[in-house]
C-alpha cells in the first residue's frame, strides 16, 4: 500500500478545485503474476518479456489482472462534474453488478453547512449547433457570465436565509446551484478508471471534467507506468 500526501493537482486554473492521490494498491507487477499464477510462475521484477504480456493482456481485453490494483482520489468538484462522475460507478453498478470496482463518499449537505465556494468559468460557451450535449467557445459574453455569478450569490443568500430561519439543512441545499463544490473520495481498480479516462479525457468531454481527467490519467500512468496506458490504448517503450 503506498500513501501519497504531497501531490495536489489543481484542475480549474485558480479555482478551489483539486484531484489527490490518496493511496495505491497494486503495481505493474502485481498485473504481471495475477495472469501468470494461471500457469503457475511468478516474476520478481518487472522484465521485456512482463511489458509485452500487460501490452497483450489490454489489447486483447483479458482484464482481470488490471482489477487487482486500486487507487483512492480525494477530489473537489463543482456539483455537475462530480454528477458526471458518479455515472460511471451507477453504470458499473446496473450493467455489470461489479459494484466493488468502485468506492464513493461524498460530504453530505445534510450533516454539514455549504461555504460559499463556487465555480466561475473564466468565459461562457455558446451551445453547439450540431450537437445536443457540446459547446463550443464563444467571446462577447460578459454580461451574461455576470448574471451567472450574481444568481449563485442570490441563492447562496437564500440558503444561508432559510438556515437561520430554522429549515433543515437537507431541504435548505435544495436552493444550492450546481456550481457548489463538492468533495468527495473515490476508490476504483485501474481497469475502471482507465475506462473513466478513456470517455472523459477526450475532446467531446465536457471541458471541466476534461481537467479532472487528465489529472487523473497523469497520476494513473506515474503509478502503473506499463499497465495504464495499454488500457487507455496507448504504448510505452
Known sequence: MIIQEDDT????????GFSRVEQVCGSDLVVVNSARVSYGGESE????????LISYLAKNEHTSPF??????????????????????????????GDSISHGWNEISGRYVEYEPEFYFPYELRKQSKNSKQAS????????????LEEATWDSYDT????LRAGV?????????????????????SLQAIAHFCKLRNHEHAQYEIQQYANSIEKDAKYWFPYSFPALIGETND
Open 9 to 16: 493537482d489543481y484542475c480549474l486554473g485558480d479555482q478551489v
Open 45 to 52: 521484477r518487472l522484465e521485456d518479456r512482463d511489458k509485452k
Open 67 to 96: 482489477r487487482h490494483c486500486f487507487m483512492t482520489f480525494h477530489v473537489k468538484a463543482p456539483e455537475f462534474v462530480a454528477r458526471q462522475w458518479y455515472k460511471h460507478i451507477v453504470g458499473c453498478n446496473f450493467s455489470t
Open 136 to 147: 463550443e467557445e464563444s467571446e462577447g459574453m460578459e454580461a451574461e457570465l455576470e448574471k
Open 159 to 162: 440558503y444561508k436565509d432559510l
Open 168 to 188: 433543515a439543512k437537507e431541504q435548505a441545499r435544495m436552493v444550492l446551484p450546481f456550481n457548489t463544490y463538492t468533495e468527495f473520495y473515490w476508490t476504483a
